[in-house]
């Protein structure tokens, strides 16, 4: 049974959404994806929502450009949390995505990552998830001490090295 839904509204946002769903993969973490146009099939789009919970979905990760209705919608249908992607658009740069996911009306709040952050919306279902699984929590702190090695280590390099040579490699 999938914890996590996955709901883009176009194949275009596939790359982005790709991202969530790698880091869940890399947690262990089940998941769902689909492609539903909350303007194009709403009564698919309402049929998917509502029956979320249902499936065991804890968590709706929804990638929106332009208008982006579908993670709106999807915190109207769904109790649980909603994450949403805006996706960066050619015609204002994802910034209509951006300020639609945000400006949510009171009561149906929906969490909302950078302008094509796939892979923080994947990190913030799992850290979710982890609050009633101590498994996962593990794993998210072998994770962010990996990011802090990785970085210290990056740091090391270019002191060893200097900065130019640092940038040719």
């Known amino acids: 049974m999938a914890a996590v839904g996955i709901v883009m509204g176009s194949d275009s946002d596939l790359p982005v959404m790709a991202q969530a769903a790698d880091f869940l993969k890399k947690m262990d973490i089940d998941f769902e994806m689909n492609i539903i146009s909350a303007h194009r099939e709403p009564e698919t789009f309402f049929k998917w929502a509502a029956g979320a919970e249902e499936r065991g979905i804890r968590v709706i990760i929804a990638g929106a450009g332009k208008a982006a209705h579908l993670p709106g919608m999807c915190a ?29 009306p009171s009561g149906i709040p ?3 990552v950078a302008i094509n952050g796939g892979k923080n919306a994947g990190i913030l279902a799992a850290k979710i998830l982890a609050v009633s699984d101590p498994i996962l929590e593990k794993k998210l702190k072998q994770y962010l001490e990996n990011l802090k090695n990785e970085v210290s280590g990056k740091d090391a390099e270019l002191k060893k090295i200097g900065y130019e040579a640092y940038l040719r490699k």
Not at 76 to 91: E, N, Q, R, W, Y
């Open 76 to 104: 109207a249908l769904f109790p649980l949390p909603v994450i949403g992607i805006p996706m960066k658009t050619s015609d204002l740069g994802g910034l209509d995505s951006l300020y639609s996911i945000v400006q949510m």
């Open 110 to 112: 929906v969490a909302t």
